[in-house]
């Protein structure tokens, strides 16, 4: 693993000061916070990882747009300049700002699904499949086996299944398979990407069945950057001209612009050239958004975004922006703390199951480590394992998870290489002390998505 940190391609020109409490008053807020990362102010945090979403810097370039803003109701200069930045990178006809990434969704879902239809995906965002279950129809996920194995290297561990995928439209029936859905790169597994070759495939098996081929294209630049280090063919080509290549292979994408964009707010919806589908969206988007040209956002934030979206696809960026992942990773192994291996684009996922292995998934190892990084050095990152996953909604009882993470996002262009030692240096001492950390028992628990609000407490030993 290549341990070497790709220093900044940027200088500070302004500072944000962050609070370093001391451990005394961390163990205060935490215990205040009931154990939960999100109920803790963000003021008490020194080193935030609990999202890279919408948490990236804007450059000098982003914010001078910002006073270009024109604000017009209809017609703003700005959405002009968007719809051209976006052309420029995705090659597409027609382009539709929204305000975050689930308003795409709430835009577009209705128009391909409903009651007894199916998305498929190589593994949907959790709002994306919300949104799909909304309209009444099933999302089902169909990605490769090796994305399980977190140890075993795999270049590609985002890839969707083509041979389940053929199985699944085969079985559920074409007709019954409303949108098929590639997510680049695949969060819900970890950041993975996904290869060209995949995605022309699924893009061959998309057209042979007449199915829509729709990209979530959160972090495009991030999979393309690791389309270009990886797969045979692309080390000499632009990230750009990769993008365009794997979106010229879909029909449609929706995008959350707080990703790879780096905006604290945004959204979009691109259609290659089915005119008759863009009106449909245009016509949605009216009553939900707000007009075409605005797309519930500021004539400022359309200016950001399309600023945003050209910075996000630079080389030395990217390098930069997944080079303090493998950093991290590196730093890892050394220490021999597991992870998800290899690292994808935008989180380290420690393996808190393994690293923790006194703790049963009933009483949180995700959780447990997550707060016990708080406790350590201020450092907020958070559970994606059986905390998470929460209760059998026929049951009630505790589901299992596959993993037991503790995921560590790193936001946009905000934290140093110091900051990240800061983080490694954190993991070990915990390593160090590791039988000491209890797990944990949850006192109070919303119905729904109760990660958010629950209450929890040490359980004693
Ligand atoms: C963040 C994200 C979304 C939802 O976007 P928001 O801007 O948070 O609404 C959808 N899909 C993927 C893959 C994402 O990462």
């Given at each position: ?82 719809i051209s930045s976006a052309q420029d990178i995705f090659g597409y006809e027609y382009i539709q700002p929204v305000h975050q990434g689930r ?138 001209e990769i993008a365009r290549e794997m979106f010229s292979h879909a029909h449609l994408f929706t995008m959350s612009a707080k990703k790879d ?58 390098k930069y922006r997944i080079g303090q992942m493998e950093y991290m990773a590196g730093k890892l192994d050394i220490a021999d703390i597991p ?123």
């Open positions: 693993m290549n341990n070497k940190y790709f220093a900044e391609p940027f200088k500070i020109k302004m500072v944000e000061p962050i609070t370093i409490l001391t451990r005394e008053e961390r163990l205060a807020k935490i215990k205040e916070a009931n154990y939960n990362l999100f109920s803790l102010k963000s003021e008490d945090v020194y080193i935030d990882l609990l999202s890279d979403s919408g948490t990236g810097a804007m450059s000098t370039n982003q914010w001078a747009g910002m006073m270009n803003g024109d604000e017009a109701y209809s017609g703003s200069k700005n959405y002009f300049n968007l308003a795409a969704e709430k835009v577009v879902m209705p128009i391909l699904l409903g009651p007894g239809k199916f998305a498929i995906s190589n593994m949907h965002f959790d709002t994306t499949r919300a949104h799909v279950e909304l309209t009444g129809a099933r999302a089902i996920d169909c990605i490769v086996p090796e994305a399980l194995d977190t140890k075993t290297y795999a270049p590609f561990k985002g890839n969707m299944d083509v041979l389940r995928l053929v199985e699944l439209i085969e079985e559920l029936g074409k007709e019954n398979v409303g949108v098929i859905i590639m997510t680049i790169t695949n969060n819900s597994a970890g950041g993975q990407p996904v290869s060209m070759e995949n995605i022309k495939n699924t893009a061959e098996i998309a057209n042979k069945y007449n199915i829509p081929l729709m990209i979530d294209a959160a972090r495009f630049a991030e999979n393309a950057f690791f389309i270009k280090e990886r797969e045979e063919g692309y080390k000499d080509k632009s990230i750009k964009a780096i905006i604290n707010m945004g959204g979009l919806i691109g259609v290659k050239n089915d005119k008759e589908l863009f009106e449909v969206i245009k016509g949605r988007t009216i009553p939900l958004e707000g007009f075409i040209s605005y797309g519930g956002l500021s004539g400022r934030d359309l200016e950001a975004m399309a600023i945003g979206l050209q910075e996000g696809i630079d080389y030395n960026y990217l992870y998800q291996s290899p690292v994808g684009g935008h989180a380290v996922f420690v393996n808190a199951g393994e690293f923790l292995p006194h703790i049963p998934y009933y009483e949180f190892p995700g959780q447990a480590l997550a707060v016990e990084l708080y406790i350590e050095a201020g450092i907020r990152g958070c559970d994606i394992g059986s905390y998470m996953m929460g209760n059998d909604p026929d049951t009630g009882k505790q589901i299992k998870s596959q993993f037991e993470f503790t995921r560590l996002a790193i936001p946009r262009r905000v934290y140093t290489q110091s900051h990240l030692d800061v983080i490694i240096e954190a993991l070990i001492a915990i390593k160090n002390r590791v039988n000491t950390i209890p797990g944990y028992k949850i006192n109070w628990e919303p119905k729904i998505l109760r990660h958010f609000t629950s209450r929890l407490i040490p359980v004693d030993k």
